[in-house]
């Protein structure tokens, strides 16, 4: 059966026995198992972050996962990105990994794309998460290496209403957060954090970084996502709504960071910036929708 | 004359003000840079085009990092 024929997706006897230890979960559950496979999963970067985020998502029972990356796997690769062996060296790894992930993840549907995404090729590249992203079964994983691509990357997600969990690793240092202007606009953007002019020091290739300290990040990045997928059919919050501990409001309105000499996390309240250039405007247009719903 | 200790914590590092200083000036005197950090005031991030606004409490917990875009 192709998925564009099934109407009511349904788990098979295969099904509960592969994802059973996720379905004994009160918080998956099959209700949740079958939320899942109806979700869409795009990630940006198929370095040591996108491919475990994108391996656990996969083996998790995430129904469509894209992946979008125009780099080509090299030696130096292979102590992080553990899907990748020498013999796939000198090959596009978006092309790779949705090969090895087939093989791994037989349920997930999966495209690849071998190429960078730019604010102008997005519009196309995202076309078919649109409907899964209007039914809030869509999300975006920022697995990039560079501070352009994250800025484009958050103005992208902005644009469409996209969610957006970043997560990023250089040294000992890791970085998390999520941002999802339909749920929680009161978290800001990645631009409220780090504004378009500033500058960024580290990276994988100048600075180097342990395998196992992308691992953590990576799959913070995955719990982070299958959490806030599988409570997105939550009521949406208004402006006015103050997090909540343990509520999905507390995953969308923190900001993680981890030492990974210490092994120590630290978090921290986000804040949205009210002269930010990037989410400012579509908090004023639905401030001013609201109101006008308010006032009627 | 009258003197105001101000004592505030930066990056877990006690430190004591003798004069009233906006987060931007606290910054400055460190020599960091605005562009190359964010900045998180006692556990909450406050974005950067608000820290010349903001002055430095007693026992204030600042952090500063550096932005982290690797992957
Ligand atoms: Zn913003």
């Not at chain 1, 997930?108 to 899964?132: P, R, Y």
Request: aromatic share 6%.
């Amino acid at each position: 059966m192709s998925a564009t024929a099934q109407k009511r997706p349904s788990l098979d006897d295969k099904d509960f026995i592969r994802y059973s230890r996720q379905i004994f979960l009160p918080e998956v559950g099959e209700a949740g198992q079958l939320q899942l496979k109806q979700c869409h999963v795009v990630i940006i970067g198929c370095g040591g972050l996108g491919l475990l985020a994108a391996q656990y998502l996969a083996c998790a029972g995430i129904g469509s996962i894209t992946l979008v990356d125009d780099d080509r796997v090299e030696l130096s690769n292979l102590p992080r990105q553990l899907l990748f062996s020498e013999a796939d060296i000198g090959q596009h790894k978006a092309l790779v990994a949705k090969q090895k992930l087939a093989v791994l993840a037989p349920n997930c549907q999966l495209f690849a794309f071998a190429q960078m995404l730019t604010l102008d090729s997005a519009e196309s590249l995202l076309a078919h998460v649109a409907t899964a992203n209007r039914q809030q079964s869509a999300l975006l994983l920022d697995c990039t290496d560079n501070l352009a691509a994250r800025h484009s990357i958050n103005q992208l997600c902005i644009e469409h209403a996209l969610p957006l969990v970043s997560a990023s690793i250089a040294a000992f240092n890791g970085q998390l957060f999520a941002v999802d202007q339909r749920r929680f606009p009161a978290g800001g953007c990645y631009h409220c954090v780090f504004p378009n002019d500033t500058y960024a020091p580290q990276n994988c290739s100048n600075q180097g970084v342990l395998g196992p300290s992308v691992g953590v990040m990576a799959s913070m990045q995955a719990l982070l996502a299958i959490q806030l997928l599988l409570s997105a059919t939550a009521p949406i919050l208004d402006h006015s709504t103050k997090p909540q501990a343990g509520g999905v409001e507390h995953l969308l309105g923190q900001f993680w960071r981890f030492d990974a000499k210490s092994l120590q996390w630290h978090s921290a309240r986000l804040t949205r910036d009210s002269e930010c250039e990037v989410c400012a405007p579509s908090w004023n247009a639905n401030t001013a929708q609201a109101l006008k719903s308010v006032h009627k | 004359m009258r003197f105001v200790v101000i004592l505030i914590h930066l990056n877990n590092v006690p430190q004591t003000l003798q004069q009233p200083l906006s987060l931007q000036a606290l910054l400055e005197a460190q020599n960091i840079s605005q562009q190359s950090v964010a900045l998180v005031l006692n556990e909450t991030v406050v974005p950067r085009h608000r820290w010349s606004s903001i002055l430095c409490h007693h026992e204030d917990k600042i952090d500063v990092f550096a932005v982290v875009a690797g992957g």
